[in-house]
């Protein structure tokens, strides 16, 4: 049974970096996209972005300049930096493993079946001065 | 900011049923498949369905997906107060080479 275990500081200040840390137990790492997702307080989830074993990443085109995600292989975890942070920016960070399978290209680019089958807790992280 | 739409709230009775639509477009519906996540109040999103319409081991079959053009849908059969949550769709985005959401849909037993 895999099992998503996170953890990171809970409380920034504006302008700091956020940093999140998550690991995998029980399962196989390498066979696998790993995602950062996120939910404001009293509203919906949204997608930060991914990294795979090989550290190759696909970020959210909102976010993608104060991003980065990271991997380590040799400890199963992948981690997430959010630089710059404001308030609009607390939420509940959650990590997850994505099922993700390429099955041909269309009008629009790659075309795939893709989900987050297995989640962490959530980290709740506020942001305030 | 959500690029799937979903209706606010959904509501019925005990053992009735209820539907929740999720409205997309070519680039991410129309032409990559959809899940489906129910979240309980204070909990972490779980996967009710992947791949349009495939269930989860442990999930019931009272939960069901479907899939037409640029739309999805989640049944909901035999309802029960355990259904009460927030239920999300997602697919992949082909245009902007990101995964996106619904806006959400809360469900409400009467």
């Known amino acids: 049974q895999v099992q998503l275990q996170q953890w990171g500081a809970g409380l920034l200040k504006p302008s700091e970096t956020l940093s999140l840390t998550c690991a995998v137990y029980?399962?196989?790492?390498?066979?696998?996209?790993w995602s950062w997702i996120r939910q404001p307080p009293g509203k919906g989830l949204e997608w930060i972005g991914e990294i795979n074993h090989s550290g190759s990443t696909n970020y959210n085109p909102s976010l993608k300049s104060r991003v980065t995600i990271s991997v380590d292989t040799s400890k199963n975890q992948f981690s997430l930096k959010l630089s710059s942070v404001t308030a609009a920016d607390t939420a509940v960070y959650y990590c997850?493993?994505?099922?993700?399978?390429?099955?041909?290209?269309?009008?629009?680019?790659?075309?795939?079946?893709?989900?987050?089958?297995?989640w962490g807790k959530g980290t709740t992280v506020t942001v305030s001065s | 900011q959500s690029v799937l739409t979903q209706p606010p709230s959904v509501s019925a009775a005990p053992g009735q049923k209820v539907t929740i639509s999720c409205s997309g477009s070519?680039?991410?519906?129309?032409?990559?498949?959809v899940s489906w996540y129910q979240q309980l109040p204070g909990t972490a999103p779980k996967l009710l369905i992947y791949e349009n319409n495939k269930r989860p081991s442990g999930i019931p079959d009272r939960f069901s997906g479907s899939k037409s053009g640029t739309s999805a849908t989640l049944g909901i059969t035999g309802l029960q107060t355990g259904d009460e949550a927030d239920y999300y769709c997602g697919t992949w985005d082909s245009s902007l080479s990101a995964a996106v959401f619904g806006t959400g849909t809360k469900v409400t037993v009467l």
């Open positions: 070519s680039s991410n519906i129309g032409n990559n498949y």
């Open positions: 029980g399962g196989s790492f390498s066979g696998y996209y």
């Open positions: 997850a493993r994505v099922g993700r399978k390429y099955y041909g290209s269309g009008s629009y680019g790659p075309n795939y079946y893709y989900y987050m089958d297995v």
